[in-house]
């Protein structure tokens, strides 16, 4: 039926169905919310107001600081879980590699829960410092809740990453620094650690995007935590404030795009999805 | 360097690797017991039950069955689009195509919550659409597809599929035959590394979702949203267990597949 057609009209043919949803249910809908992001009351202005309203500002800020806290934590713990398991064969190992990464398909949603499970009213940390200090710590449901839950998520999606650098280092850089006379730290800071760099920058711009735009979480621990996502859904719900909500969509969006394009510029090719 | 230093060392990360596993663990561990126990908070030995799971079952059937369906259509949606697209993609070439390929990962890098409200905003008014559970599904087709379309160029990629493209057509085969008999069964490690991540990323999709979703077309993610709000802990426990359920085959389906051979692995 097609035997008369080019090449060329063919791939043409076969690239048309995805230009086509594309453009209906990406583009256009985001060129609609960057439209209505600016017809407010304020008109245009709506897009300053991210940076120079105080409200938003501060929220905005502080959604950053809980993304850069995260993203540090998550590259030590990882690096230290990581470098561990590639380089040490024991019994048990797989077992536990599959443990550390099994909670890489959890929603927001789903790892708020865990943490309400951790360390909320019911949870299991309350109850052991209630039985040791005779209180009960919860964290649950403020900022530090959020940022447990934001290490849940962030924690398997590194660890896989570093562990996938680790195994392609060449160990006999290695060797050749340990015979030079470099003890175990050394080897660490001047030739592990500045190997695993695009790994780090890689990895730690995928949690930094992920944290800046994760909502199932917050949205399960409390709707008053105020990160950008949260201020999202309330100027939207609550408010049906519809342009302020659309013009920090926009803001959000650009941010995390911006992070993840400005690692990929240093780090290659090796950086993309925000599960 | 000391064998006694070593062993110290050894031990030091075990046990840091072991609590952070513990902290991904137990909650999980803590969440399956209370779905299957008969009271929470007076522990496993006020008795074991599968009440919680029925009572999940009346309750909120409709949102697993949902979901089941909404995750296969996606899955469909993005073979059909995405596996012609990577390949008049990838044989291509050249800066239109990566600038395309750039556009259609984009959702990547945005959070679900703005491509929600860019849905909403942009077809909200279509109540019909709106109102139907093909809303959720155009969400869901735009924030998968840049994994299949990514994971089917890795393969291609990763066997030069563009001489294989010339070898049949030299025997003068035309393109749409081509296309079936041997683009389509040479990249299938990419399509089924690419096929189950989209199911999993659909079954368990929240950010966009919520805000596309209605009350009469709610998901598992935004039913267990709903319970963890309102229902008392082993419910919400037994649902979320329902949801390990479902999720756990397709993650070891994964590994399993990601230990056949690096070229199948999806790319991410």
Known sequence: MTGTMTLRSFLALCLLPLALAVTAFFLLPM???????????????????????????????????????????????ATVAGLFLQRHRFPGRAVLVALLTFPLAFPGVVVGFMIILLAGRQGLIGEITLRLIGEKEVWAYSIQG??????????????????????????SLEEAARALGAGPLAV????????????????????????????????TLATNIDVLPMLIYTEFTLSANVATAAALSVGLGLVAWAILALARSVAGNAVAAAG | ??????????????????????FLIVPAALSITAGVTVNYFRGVQSGLTLEWVVQVWELYADTILRSFAIALSTLGATLALGVPGAY?????????????????????????????????????????????????????????????VRSVIAVFAAIDVKTLDEGAASLGASPWRRFRDVIVPNARPG???????????SLGEFNVTWMLSTPLTKTLPVGLADSYASMRLEVASAYTLVFFVMIIPLLVAMQVFAGWGATARPAR
């Open chain 1, 31 to 77: 060129a609609k919310l960057i439209a209505v992001g600016a017809s407010g009351k304020t008109g245009i202005a709506a897009y300053a107001a991210i940076l120079l309203d105080a409200r938003y500002r501060g929220t905005l800020i502080n959604t950053v600081l809980l993304a850069a806290a995260t993203t540090a934590a998550t590259l030590v713990i």
């Open chain 2, 191 to 201: 399509i089924l590394a690419g096929s189950l991540m989209v199911v999993t990323l």
């Open chain 1, 146 to 171: 959020l940022f447990l839950g934001y290490l849940y998520f962030s924690i398997p999606r590194v660890i896989l990453t570093i562990m996938a650098a680790v195994e392609k280092l060449d160990p």
């Open chain 2, 1 to 22: 360097m000391s064998p006694m230093r070593d062993r110290l060392i050894f031990i030091a990360q075990l046990a840091f690797t072991l609590l952070v596993a513990a």
């Open chain 1, 188 to 219: 660490l800071r001047d030739v592990i650690l500045p190997a695993l760099r695009p790994a780090f920058i890689a990895s730690g711009a995928i949690a930094f995007a992920t944290a800046m735009g994760a909502f199932g979480t917050a949205f």
């Open chain 2, 88 to 148: 008049s993609l990838y044989v291509r070439g050249g800066r239109l195509a990566r600038t395309i390929e750039e556009i259609i990962t984009l959702p990547l890098a945005i959070p679900g919550l703005a491509i929600a409200l860019a849905l909403l905003l942009a077809y909200g008014g279509f109540s019909d659409f709106r109102r139907s559970w093909l809303f959720i599904l155009a969400g869901h087709v735009i924030f998968t597809l840049p994994f299949m």
